[in-house]
């Protein structure tokens, strides 16, 4: 682990974490991040073995960078891509502040005294509406000739400062206790169970080097050029027509399936909306590259899933059975999910029981254990301590009851846990998850038991932490962990720097945020973030508000111990149909999976089914299957070789497609300084 390669790692990781917020939201270009599978820190890889390196290499061997060094600059790097999108940035300052604009204009928010409910520490300037602030915010600050606002004295730092004290408290401590996560299950995932990690393998196929080549071997390969040339082509012929509509295109969506859609009365009639991508199939060729390197009855089973759950909900209709509700104050389909995630959980616990309890024992007595590296007992230790340290900051510093805090924390950790499995074991790189831990208390305690201002703290946590985790944390962190350790490099020099680098990265980027909307005015445009999101957890404690009989009844509830809310519990009874069936389920398919060899389905299928996702990439999956069916049913094991070369090739010529159009993206917007028009290869 060189100078030079921890500088890259940093200066990748800090470039992604502070100007990924200015790219995504202010410039509007095409995501750095946007999914477990940065094409900007995997196209940058690409381009460093491709052409730097042997560059370098002519220059001296010694001058290359080395397969380690890539190894280490690429982990560090993903450990800031939790930072800028989705996961965090992309609705941090919306959260914080838009839920009191709202709040002025709702007058049933007002009658409920909705806010009243969230601890002021939360909220920018206490939660008390100041115009001059909001509409700084909103509108920008910046001079009408583009000057812009001073980062020192021109963004209204106090009303701000209480909110970002308490999550500047809360978002490092779950980093950390994240990253212990992922230094606990690595060697278990790796070792012991050795699943394929299709994400790191791909990253550590392009860094594998042999003394006196400068270009890997799997550039050496025909069929990789191929690949490449080929996917790169579509890639240009349709980023093309879309700057360009009178151009030619190579059709990689099919909308015209929709009439079978609309002939079956059956398939109408089901809840939601993922029934309408099902017959709309869209074609994304590095997913169906990675369908490719799965275990068969993983991508079978993610291009069935959302078929299944559109036929499961269609069923369940049919009898009458109550769907409503949304993903943060409970519904049938949101506990099924929560079920599903609690019982890869116990599986993973089970899986793993013998290996962990050692963990455990080495951890809490201090005695050697065999098997166990010295990191996964200190990270179990730091894991408790941090975890502990973050519900008692929950409650001594903003009220929320430490059971509920516990078990929040507790949920978070296994929605982060399902997220990484899945990534590790079958390269889900775009997950989303439609089930929040808000909605899991109040499927097992009530309304009644939990009382406003305990689910307002829980809302909100998820809001920022997990309300659209799909690119959280965890994923990043056990693919570095992988990476790095097929490099030589040990979990235990480079784990403990992931954590450092995700508190760097937030502190980099919030001052950025804020100087950002307060000079160019927050994008409204995106009404997700700033919409949807800090609206979620105010309705879910109105929606509560309005549950109780009077103002005696939500003291009550507010005034209640431990003990008392325990004894107050009133489990939805849909909470426990469909969180036990979701649970139930994984665990049937799980024994089914390991008993019986012949049985062709994974239970990923219930984790994933009826989401956004599945509903884009399902086609692919299947497609992938298809094609890897057919090479090992009538090829050899050569031709089956030969075919992951193919594939390796598809996926780099992906991802040089991605970064060629948001380079032009970037340049248009710099030369003409309009919005430029984007062309996406993932979905947005």
């Known amino acids: ?31 750095v991040v946007g999914n477990h599978f940065p094409i900007s820190v995997f196209g940058m890889l690409i381009l460093l073995v491709l052409i730097v390196n042997p560059v370098l290499h002519r220059l001296g061997p010694r001058w290359r960078l080395r397969g380690s060094e890539l190894a280490v600059a690429v982990g560090l790097t993903l450990a800031g891509c939790g930072i800028p999108g989705s996961s965090m940035m992309r609705s941090f300052t919306p959260c914080l502040i838009m839920p009191i604009q709202y709040n002025e204009i709702s007058p049933g928010w007002q009658q409920h005294k909705v806010l009243s409910y969230f601890p002021p520490q939360m909220l920018a300037n206490g939660g008390k509406y100041d115009a001059d602030l909001v509409d700084g915010y909103l509108h920008g600050l910046g001079g009408p000739r583009g000057e812009w606002i001073s980062p020192i004295d021109g963004i209204p730092w106090r009303p701000w400062l209480g909110a970002l004290k308490t999550w500047g408290v809360i978002v490092p401590l779950m980093g950390l206790c994240v990253v212990c996560v992922c230094l606990i ?5 790796s070792s012991h169970e050795r699943l394929r990690y299709p994400i790191a393998e791909f990253a550590n196929t392009l860094m594998e080097q042999e003394p006196g080549r400068g270009l890997p071997g799997i550039f050496r390969s025909r069929l990789f050029w191929i690949g490449a040339a080929a996917i790169l082509a579509i890639r240009v012929v349709n980023g093309i027509h879309a700057w360009y509509d009178e151009s030619i295109e190579i059709p990689l969506e099919f909308p015209q399936f929709g ?26 060729p590095m997913v169906i590259a990675f369908a490719f390197f799965l275990a068969s009855d993983v991508s079978l089973s993610l291009g069935l899933s959302t078929f299944v759950f559109v036929m499961w909900t269609a069923v369940v209709a049919e009898t009458g059975v109550d769907f409503s509700g949304n993903e943060m104050r409970g519904a049938l389909g949101v506990w099924f999910r929560a079920g599903a995630y609690g019982g ?13 309890w050692r963990v455990l024992k080495q951890g809490l007595t201090f005695r050697r254990q065999p098997g166990v590296e010295g990191h996964a ?10 975890a502990a340290a973050l519900v008692w900051f929950l409650w001594d510093a903003l009220g929320l009851d430490p059971l509920i805090g516990l078990l929040a924390v507790a949920s978070m950790l ?10 590790a074991e079958a390269g889900l790189f775009f997950t989303q998850t439609y089930w929040q ?20 703290i829980v809302g909100i946590l998820c809001a920022v932490l997990t309300y659209d985790p799909r690119e959280c944390l965890m994923p990043f962190i056990v693919n570095g962990l992988r990476i790095c350790d097929r490099a030589g490099i040990s979990p235990r020099r480079i784990g403990w720097g992931f954590a450092g680098i995700y508190a760097l990265g937030f502190a980099v980027a919030v001052p950025v945020a804020l100087w950002a909307n307060y000079n160019y005015g927050v994008n409204r445009n995106d009404t997700w973030a700033t919409n949807a999101v800090p609206k979620a957890p105010v309705e ?25 809310r325990i004894g107050a519990a009133r489990p939805h009874r849909r909470f426990l149909w469909g969180f036990g069936v979701g649970m139930g389920l994984v665990l049937l398919f799980s024994v089914m999976r390991l008993r019986l060899p012949w049985w062709g389905l994974h239970p990923i299928m219930f984790l994933t089914g009826g989401t956004w996702a599945m509903d884009v990439f399902g086609h692919s999956f299947l497609l992938g299957w298809l094609i890897k069916a057919a090479v090992t049913r009538f090829g050899s094991s050569r031709a089956y070789a030969k075919a992951k070369q193919l594939m390796v090739g598809v996926i780099v010529g992906d991802i040089l497609g991605g970064i060629l159009f948001m380079a032009i993206s970037a340049a248009s917007y710099f030369v003409s300084e309009t919005d430029p028009k984007r062309y996406l290869i993932l979905p947005p």
């Open 344 to 356: 890869l959980a116990l599986l993973m616990l089970y899986t793993g029981r013998a290996y962990y």
């Open 414 to 423: 296994v929605l982060y846990l399902g997220i990484a499995r899945m990534n």
């Open 259 to 284: 009439i079978i859609l609309q002939k079956s009365r059956f398939l109408l009639d089901a809840p939601g909306w993922h029934k309408w991508p099902l017959f709309a199939p869209r074609l994304y």
């Open 1 to 31: 682990m060189t100078r030079r390669a921890v500088i890259l790692g940093f200066l990748g990781a800090m470039l992604i974490a502070g100007a990924g917020y200015l790219n995504d939201s202010v410039l509007r270009l095409n995501f």
């Open 540 to 564: 879910m404690v109105d929606h509560t508000v309005q549950q109780f009989e009077g103002p005696a009844d939500i003291e009550r509830a507010e005034r209640l111990g431990t003990w008392e």
């Open 437 to 456: 831990p808000a909605a899991v208390l109040i499927g097992l305690f009530g309304f009644a038991a939990l009382g406003p201002r305990n689910l307002a």
């Open 377 to 386: 007992a200190t990270a179990l230790r730091v894991l408790l301590i941090g």
């Open 185 to 189: 299950v690595h060697r278990q995932w």
